[in-house]
T-cell receptor
Framework: DGGITQSPKYLFRKEGQNVTLSCEQN?????MYWYRQDPGQGLRLIYY???????QKGDIAEGYSVSREKKESFPLTVTSAQKNPTAFYLC???????????????FGPGTRLTVL | AQKVTQAQTEISVVEKEDVTLDCVYE???????LFWYKQPPSGELVFLIR??????QNEISGRYSWNFQKSTSSFNFTITASQVVDSAVYFC?????????????FGAGTRLTVKP
């Protein structure tokens, strides 16, 4: 089945450790995104990538890093520099829209990160 | 800057009641896109609908309907004859044309609880 997978579903880490969240898609989508969701808040964009080996910062990129070595994969590393990393992380993907059209983003099931 | 406001933090209804989720947006662009997503307890965001700013025609899909009014910058979502399975957090989102999918702004979400 086509879709987006994120692993693991739940992740626990000690404070000060880097942790990498996985995101894989087999939808042949060009663009991929990482969002952070905090309780009672909407989604905030961390990073996005439109093409392999290229990515751009979103609104809250500080303390995070990403890579896009393959079209299908867009892992997110939460570094020790992120001061409040406990949150729900959602990965999404989409086709790249032509100038007069728009393609919705499809989301993975998310990873809930808890830093102890 | 674009902004999405979902003033209703939580709504609770009894099964079979109709319920309307409000969404008000702000944008300076004349071309933009509006979305609704559903987030069930599992966490994954499910795409419900996309509208572009040139199409104010209301849409109905089964028990779901959407009322887009540019005059009031609103894109409200109504569920008719609600069911327990409708319980979820619903997000409204906005993206301005030309951003190529990169800048989707989400509201804070409305948590809908449908009681049997």
């Amino acid at each position: 089945d086509g879709g987006i997978t994120q692993s693991p579903k739940y992740l626990f880490r000690k404070e000060g450790q880097n942790v990498t969240l996985s995101c894989e898609q087999n939808l042949n989508h060009d663009a991929m995104y990482w969002y952070r969701q905090d309780p009672g808040q909407g989604l905030r964009l961390i990073y996005y990538s439109q093409i392999v080996n290229d990515f751009q910062k979103g609104d809250i990129a500080e303390g995070y890093s990403v890579s896009r070595e393959k079209k299908e994969s867009f892992p997110l590393t939460v570094t020790s520099a992120q001061k409040n990393p406990t949150a729900f992380y959602l990965c999404a993907s989409s086709m790249l829209a032509p100038a007069v059209s728009y393609n919705e983003q499809f989301f993975g099931p998310g990873t809930r990160l808890t830093v102890l | 800057a674009q902004k999405v406001t979902q003033a209703q933090t939580e709504i609770s209804v009894v099964e079979k009641e109709d319920v309307t989720l409000d969404c008000v947006y702000e944008t300076r662009d004349t071309t933009y896109y509006l979305f609704w997503y559903k987030q069930p307890p599992s966490g994954e965001l499910v795409f419900l609908i996309r509208r572009n700013s040139f199409d104010e025609q209301n849409e109905i899909s089964g028990r779901y309907s959407w009322n887009f009014q540019k005059s009031t910058s609103s894109f409200n979502f109504t569920i008719t004859a609600s069911q327990v399975v409708d319980s979820a957090v619903y997000f409204c989102a906005l993206s301005e044309a030309g951003d190529n999918n990169n800048d989707m702004r989400f509201g804070a979400g409305t948590r809908l609880t449908v009681k049997p």
